[in-house]
Each structure stands twice: as structure tokens, then as C-alpha cells.
């Protein structure tokens, strides 16, 4: 099975948990612990919400400081632009911050998300079939 799992220092995991809950992911008890919560977007995507000092006992390297220095952005696809504002709009309400306005390409509609810890999410609606008229693939 192939799976992929982001792990992400965070200052509070309790309220991290909370933030990305409201984006739609869901508890995945099964790896949460203490110091680290698992939640899942769909079965193949999982984050890790790990405190620093767990984050750091797998990695040696200094941990940037998100909310001043790009790090790695992270797309989920929905099914459509109402659910793009849906879970943007939660986000907000639940600490996270919209830096910048949403990008509509016609075929494709992006807003962008920073979590509590400056982690920086893309929610986007594709119409594929508007894509690949737009581009001519097929």
C-alpha cells in the first residue's frame, strides 16, 4: 500500500489537531500519542503533528522558523470551489491565516492557508476536463 506521511514540528499539537480538524482531517488514534497526533486526509495521506523535541530526535538539522522562512507547501485537492472556501473559511475561524487571495486559472481555483505554526497549505478545485482543453492534453 503505498502511503505518504508529513511530519510537522508544531509548537501545541493539541491545537494543531484542532486547526487541521477543522480542514477536514480526521484522528488517526492508531499513532497519536503525547507528544505526536496523527490525522489523515483520505487513507492515503497522514500528518504528523509532532512537538519539536520529537521532531528533532529523528533530524539533526535546526528547524527553521515557518512563520518568517519558506519551507515546504502542501496542495489538497477537493471536489469543488465551495469546498475550497468551506475549509478555508474554517481554517481562518480556527487560528489560520489567508496570505494571499485566491488564484482562479478558469480550470483551476487555489486558495492558500498558513496553519498556527506558518505551515503553508493549498486547498484547490481542478476541473480536469477544463484542464486539458485549456492545455491540449489529453
Not at 477543522?22 to 492515503?44: I, S
Not at 515557518?66 to 469543488?80: I, Y
Not at 486547498?123 to 491540449?136: A, H, N, P, S
Amino acid at each position: 500500500m503505498k502511503q505518504i506521511f508529513i511530519n510537522l514540528p508544531v509548537k501545541d499539537v493539541e491545537a494543531s489537531m484542532a486547526f487541521y480538524q477543522q480542514l477536514g482531517f480526521t484522528a488517526n488514534p492508531l499513532f497519536t500519542f503525547d507528544d505526536q497526533k496523527c490525522l489523515m486526509w483520505g487513507n492515503q495521506i497522514h500528518v504528523m503533528l509532532q512537538t519539536a523535541e520529537m521532531f528533532k530526535s529523528g533530524n539533526k538539522k535546526h528547524l527553521p522558523d515557518t512563520k518568517t522562512n519558506a519551507t515546504a507547501t502542501f496542495t489538497l485537492p477537493v471536489e469543488s470551489l465551495d469546498k475550497v472556501n468551506e475549509l478555508i473559511e474554517n481554517g481562518v475561524k480556527a487560528g489560520g491565516r489567508e496570505l494571499t487571495p485566491m488564484i482562479d486559472e478558469g480550470f483551476m481555483q487555489i486558495r492558500n492557508i498558513e496553519d498556527l505554526d506558518g505551515h503553508n497549505w493549498g486547498i484547490i478545485y481542478l476541473d480536469i476536463e477544463k484542464f486539458k482543453q485549456v492545455t491540449g492534453k489529453f
